[in-house]
């Protein structure tokens, strides 16, 4: 087959390569995105998106409304503490809009891939990357190489192609074990809940009837998809890598059980299997810039320790490493301008996340033990301050500039703690 040349390869075109894909494309540049899959394709994940995630697609110009397909959602349901949830609003905010979305990633990154290919992107599916392609003499990636035998060419190349990366694993950057790592699992079923305009979260798990049995450890959610389903999953996190066994589907399934009989999470109702999947958090994988190639979205380890959520930091990654490469061309690659550029990257990461990551680490360490979360639940949820201030500090949801008190707070704790 003939090789490919291009002035920029995305290696993945999840949320975190299609938006990469998209930025790039529409300053000129000559993009190949490269797909392993053929979509439509599914990914393990909770389907809901913050107003984080929100304002990313708002920037892109996608079209959110109801009417092309979104599910408008306006806040947190939180069940923890008592028998009735509390119900928090997303904050109104200057920097970010005031809603949350859900759709199916089944859907969500083919919309997304599609909007790149609008933007002059080419989409190449059915291109499953095996590793970098190194020229020996600059040892610098000049391409890629896929399983079917092609090679693609660029004098830069990104690699959004996951938590397991080959690309960033061909050069010998691998993940590093004492950063938090995550895991979810979730399925769907059919349920007269799937048009709640909330998302809806479950702070505390028990294995029995609540408050008269064990803690589980983890969280849960349970997000309605407006079309007759319900995404229902569960989430564990651990502040190494090195994290316990657990049977992430029988502690699913045995959460699922408890459940009000009426909402349907039953076998009979279950829509697909049980799918599990890692979060890879805290930037676990570094350098996010080394030798021609860009780490973008869970190759970098870039999920919030906080609440697990990577899309809206893979989509801002994008645009960041975007704004950098276009650059860098403008420069000549290679030059030192253009290395200043791509170097440019990781520093401006380190400078807008590495302080609220850091946070977050500290964050896994106390709440990584059911007990823990217990008492924070009991005795935090019912004050409502608090938890407008927890909400706000579990989203990243706060103005950096003109906020009120707990904007402040936030973000002066995330400027005083060392970057992740």
Same mark, same amino acid.
């Given at each position: 087959?003939?090789?490919?040349?291009?002035?920029?390869?995305?290696?993945?075109?999840?949320?975190?390569?299609?938006?990469?894909?998209?930025?790039?494309?529409?300053?000129?540049?000559?993009?190949?995105?490269?797909?392993?899959?053929?979509?439509?394709?599914?990914?393990?994940?909770?389907?809901?998106?913050?107003?984080?995630?929100?304002?990313?697609?708002?920037?892109?110009?996608?079209?959110?409304?109801?009417?092309?397909?979104?599910?408008?959602?306006?806040?947190?349901?939180?069940?923890?503490?008592?028998?009735?949830?509390?119900?928090?609003?997303?904050?109104?905010?200057?920097?970010?809009?005031?809603?949350?979305?859900?759709?199916?990633?089944?859907?969500f990154d083919e919309l997304l891939a599609n909007h790149?290919?609008?933007?002059?992107?080419t989409l190449y599916q059915q291109a499953n990357v095996?590793?970098?392609?190194?020229?020996?003499?600059?040892?610098?990636?000049?391409?890629?190489?896929?399983?079917?035998?092609?090679?693609?060419?660029?004098?830069?190349?990104?690699?959004?192609?996951?938590?397991?990366?080959?690309?960033?694993?061909?050069?010998?950057?691998?993940?590093?074990?004492?950063?938090?790592?995550?895991?979810?699992?979730?399925?769907?079923?059919?349920?007269?809940?799937?048009?709640?305009?909330?998302?809806?979260?479950?702070?505390?798990?028990?294995?029995?009837?609540?408050?008269?049995?064990?803690?589980?450890?983890?969280?849960?959610?349970?997000?309605?998809?407006?079309?007759?389903?319900?995404?229902?999953?569960?989430?564990?996190?651990?502040?190494?890598?090195?994290?316990?066994?657990?049977?992430?589907?029988?502690?699913?399934?045995?959460?699922?059980?408890?459940?009000?009989?009426?909402?349907?999470?039953?076998?009979?109702?279950?829509?697909? *299997?049980? /799918?599990?999947? =890692? @979060?890879?958090?805290?930037?676990? +994988?570094?350098? #996010?810039?080394?030798? $021609?190639?860009?780490?973008?979205?869970?190759?970098?380890?870039?999920?919030?320790?906080?609440?697990?959520?990577?899309?809206?930091?893979?989509?801002?990654?994008?645009?960041?490493?975007?704004?950098?490469?276009?650059?860098?061309?403008?420069?000549?690659?290679?030059? *030192?301008? /253009?290395?200043? =550029? @791509?170097?440019?990257?990781?520093? +401006?990461?380190? #400078?807008?996340?590495? $302080?609220?990551?850091?946070?977050?680490?500290?964050?896994?360490?106390?709440?990584?033990?059911?007990?823990?979360?217990?008492?924070?639940?009991?005795?935090?949820?019912?004050?409502?301050?608090?938890?407008?201030?927890?909400?706000?500090?579990?989203?990243?949801?706060?103005?950096?500039?003109?906020?009120?008190?707990?904007?402040?707070?936030?973000?002066?704790?995330?400027?005083?703690?060392?970057?992740?």
């Open positions: 087959m003939s090789d490919e040349h291009a002035d920029v390869v995305v290696v993945g075109a999840g949320p975190a390569g299609a938006t990469t894909a998209c930025w790039l494309a529409d300053q000129g540049l000559n993009v190949a995105l490269l797909e392993k899959g053929t979509f439509p394709r599914d990914k393990v994940c909770g389907d809901g998106l913050t107003p984080r995630a929100t304002k990313q697609l708002l920037r892109l110009g996608i079209d959110v409304s109801e009417e092309a397909g979104w599910l408008h959602n306006k806040g947190l349901r939180v069940h923890g503490g008592r028998a009735e949830p509390f119900e928090l609003p997303w904050p109104t905010l200057g920097e970010f809009p005031s809603f949350g979305l859900v759709r199916k990633r089944a859907d790149a290919v609008a933007k002059g992107a095996t590793g970098a392609v190194v020229d020996e003499r600059t040892d610098r990636v000049t391409g890629v190489t896929t399983k079917d035998g092609r090679t693609f060419t660029a004098p830069i190349v990104v690699a959004a192609d996951g938590n397991s990366s080959p690309v960033a694993k061909s050069l010998g950057l691998l993940k590093n074990a004492n950063r938090p790592m995550g895991v979810a699992c979730r399925t769907y079923f059919t349920s007269p809940r799937h048009d709640d305009d909330w998302m809806e979260s479950w702070l505390e798990l028990w294995d029995g009837k609540p408050g008269e049995s064990n803690l589980l450890p983890g969280y849960g959610w349970i997000f309605g998809m407006g079309d007759g389903t319900c995404n229902v999953g569960l989430g564990t996190v651990a502040s190494t890598a090195k994290s316990q066994k657990l049977n992430y589907r029988e502690l699913l399934q045995t959460w699922l059980a408890n459940t009000p009989k009426e909402w349907g999470f039953s076998p009979d109702n279950q829509v697909g *299997p049980i /799918a599990s999947a =890692a @979060l890879p958090m805290a930037f676990n +994988r570094k350098p #996010a810039y080394t030798r $021609g190639l860009v780490l973008v979205g869970d190759s970098g380890g870039m999920v919030s320790p906080f609440n697990g959520e990577g899309i809206p930091y893979a989509m801002e990654a994008g645009e960041a490493a975007a704004e950098a490469i276009v650059r860098a061309h403008a420069e000549g690659v290679g030059t *030192p301008g /253009a290395e200043k =550029a @791509l170097n440019s990257y990781p520093a +401006r990461l380190a #400078a807008e996340w590495g $302080g609220y990551f850091r946070l977050g680490q500290m964050f896994v360490k106390l709440i990584e033990h059911p007990q823990v979360m217990h008492l924070c639940v009991r005795y935090g949820l019912p004050r409502p301050v608090l938890m407008r201030f927890t909400i706000k500090l579990l989203a990243h949801l706060y103005d950096t500039k003109d906020g009120d008190w707990m904007d402040r707070v936030i973000h002066s704790l995330s400027r005083a703690v060392p970057a992740a």
